[in-house]
């Protein structure tokens, strides 16, 4: 697996191939069985990866916080409600409608990578990076973006080329 710190160099480098991949699924992958090769690389992949290790998306991407979510977290840190949105979050634009969310870095991460609030932490961090989801083909964009910051992703994505013996020329 690569390291979280060269990801963004590599991706840089697969760019092309990246993007034609996705093309390549588009119009030669069945929805199902593209699905259920996700979920698989997904959970192996992922069981043994120690997400503190890396923390990318945490560092990377700004995250959406319900206000339920924000009770819990106020909650485990001791804190108001009014105290943790203020000391804590930001207006953050959600395809034109404005919604509370940590900018990046996350507030909520700590210096050894793990997660404040790891009991509790938001919806959005819990579904990152969405892979064993369904609907991968409609949802390449998604994937893409994930692929330039998480080391599982990217791994994914170059272990699905060999699956469905794509040619990268
Ligand atoms: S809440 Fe925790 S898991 Fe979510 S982005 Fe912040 S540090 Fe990462
Ligand atoms: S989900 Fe991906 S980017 Fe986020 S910490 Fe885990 S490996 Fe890194």
């Not at 996705?22 to 997400?51: G, I, M, P």
């Not at 339920?68 to 804590?88: C, H, W």
Request: glycine share 2%; charged share 30%.
């Amino acid at each position: 697996m690569i390291r979280p710190s060269e990801v963004a160099s590599k991706v840089k480098k697969l760019e092309d191939e990246n993007l034609r991949f996705c093309s390549w699924l588009k119009a030669h992958a069945d929805e199902e069985e593209l699905d259920a090769r996700f979920r698989t690389l997904h959970e192996k992949l992922f069981v043994d990866y120690d997400c503190c290790q890396c923390a990318n998306c945490c560092r990377e991407f700004q995250t959406k916080v319900k206000p339920r979510e924000i009770s819990a977290m106020a909650e485990q840190l001791g804190m108001t409600v009014f105290e943790f949105a203020e000391k804590y979050t930001i207006m953050i634009d959600d395809d034109g409608e404005r919604t509370r969310g940590f900018d990046a870095p996350c507030p909520m991460l700590a210096t050894d990578g793990s997660c404040r609030v790891q009991a509790c932490k938001p919806e959005e961090c819990v579904s990152f990076p969405h892979t064993d989801k369904p609907d991968r083909l409609s949802s390449m964009y998604s994937v893409l973006s994930a692929a330039s910051i998480c080391p599982v992703v990217l791994e994914i994505l170059q272990r699905l080329k060999q699956m469905y013996g794509f040619r990268r020329r």
